[in-house]
């Protein structure tokens, strides 16, 4: 008996959002929260702690004196620069997902996604919690776990890149400076920037090379199992991340490097949000009324961002304070300690505050932000030809001759049943230029004139 051939089945794949968030990434985005809980502890002991040596060292009332001359306009400014910082952020991850125009990821869900990962870089210990919580966030928006794992990590090797090229600009102009300020230590920012270039080096290597990668991960794996050194719920977490994952991020990343345009252009505005945050410190020393260098301190605080993310603390805690002391003290002088606290209040603080309410927004679906854009730029383009074509004199009835314009004088009385060869002739009266009308009034006084001597 010959078997029924098999009906074949078509697959719909849909645009449309997705409203399932898988149970891990929920788990994910929970345990970020605590790690959130254990890191504001932490950080209220650090201002104890700070509050206590500013007032056994002598330094309070200097501190408050300090304070009290601060022009709040400059802070202003400060603040209003470090919220470039967040619209950069967002243009970063709009640039990365608008080439797909059935992406169900929308500006509002982006937003949230650039607010969890302002918030929790700067509240667990090396920005650990920073991806799941931005990953949770997309796959909320509808992308799978592999396509939000895949986009976060192209933007994290992209801002990682911009930390390293960032710094290399910054030495390349300002290592004479920083060797004729401090001497042999300028060797340690070498070795910081030397560090990031290590650091996106090997996520560079992990990308463009998995298959390598997967085997010495897999080696690691099944070593440090058979010794007992990871427990069997770990080897299986860590064992699927690296066959599964890594194929994942070196795909997207690859996908992400045939769009050359795009990327250049990601790592430009990249760049752009990484300066809006290490020229902060230029705004707090003109709050203070002192002189300052814009490229001086866009290099210092690109160096103390380095430092920053080498101290495995909640914020660089320890790093910040030490760092911030030795790269700005001949700057700040006596207003070192108030200008720190400035400064740490609208690089850390404050964005903390502002990303907080911003990580539960949401969009509503709808058009993709792709099909928008084309909607908007040919809205554009169109009002412009629109505006060129009714711009010009083509089809308004006006003659173009330079001397004047065409009068139709009006017909007699009677003169409507002559038919057309009874229409008098189009005479041209000249209402542009002055020889004509010269010729005229001469005209008229010699008539004037033969008709007084006819009388």
């Not at 400076?177 to 910081?192: A, N, P």
């Not at 792709?370 to 004199?393: H, K, M, P, Q, Y």
């Amino acid at each position: 008996m010959a078997e029924e051939p098999k009906k074949k089945v078509k697959l719909k794949v849909s645009g449309a959002r997705s409203t399932k968030v898988s149970a891990e990434d929920a788990e994910a985005d929970r345990e970020s929260m605590g790690q959130v809980r254990k890191s504001l502890v932490f950080l209220a002991f650090v201002v104890v702690a700070y509050v206590a040596y500013l007032v056994f060292s002598g330094q309070f009332d200097e501190f408050v004196t300090s304070l009290a001359g601060v022009d709040l306009g400059w802070v202003t400014a400060g603040v209003v620069c470090f919220l470039f910082y967040y619209v950069f952020g967002v243009l970063a991850y709009v640039l990365s997902v608008i080439a797909d125009p059935d992406s169900p990821v929308g500006i509002r869900d982006l937003m949230s996604v650039e607010a969890s990962g302002v918030f929790f870089m700067r509240l667990t210990p090396n920005g650990a919690a920073a991806p799941p919580a931005q990953i949770y966030r997309l796959t909320r928006a509808g992308l799978s776990v592999g396509q939000a794992s895949a986009l976060n990590f192209t933007r994290f090797v992209l801002y990682e890149a911009g930390e390293g090229v960032f710094a290399a600009i910054m030495l390349l102009f300002c290592g004479n400076y920083f060797y004729e300020q401090f001497g042999d230590v300028t060797l340690i920012g070498l070795f910081l920037f030397g560090f990031k270039v290590v650091q996106v080096g090997a996520v560079l290597f992990l990308c463009l090379f998995p298959k390598p990668v997967m085997a010495i991960g897999n080696w690691a794996l099944r070593f440090a199992n058979r010794h007992g050194w990871l427990k069997e719920e770990k080897f299986n977490k860590y064992y699927e991340m690296i066959n599964t994952q890594v194929m994942e991020f070196a795909s997207a990343f690859r996908s992400a490097c045939g769009n050359v345009g795009e990327m250049l252009a990601t790592e430009v505005v990249t760049l752009l949000q990484l300066g809006c945050m290490y020229a902060l410190p230029f705004f707090v020393l003109r709050a203070f009324g002192e002189p300052a260098d814009l490229i001086i301190c866009l290099a210092s605080g690109s160096m103390l961002e380095l430092l920053i993310n080498a101290i495995p603390l909640p914020g660089g805690t320890g790093g910040a304070e030490v760092g911030f002391a030795y790269l700005f003290k001949d700057l700040f002088g006596q207003h070192l300690a108030a200008g720190f606290v400035i400064w740490r209040a609208v690089e850390y603080l404050l964005p903390v505050l502002i990303a907080a309410p911003c990580m539960g927004m949401r969009s509503n679906g709808g058009t993709s932000i792709r099909r928008r854009w084309d909607a908007l730029w040919g809205g554009i383009t169109g009002r412009i030809n629109g505006f060129v074509e009714t711009g010009s004199l083509r089809g308004t009835g006006v003659g173009r001759s330079a001397r004047g314009v065409t009068v139709k004088p009006k017909a007699k009385p009677g003169a409507a049943g002559a038919g057309a060869a009874a229409k008098p002739k189009a005479r041209r009266t000249s209402v542009s230029g002055t020889g004509s009308a010269k010729v005229d009034v001469a005209a008229k006084i010699a008539a004037g004139k033969a008709a007084a001597k006819k009388k």
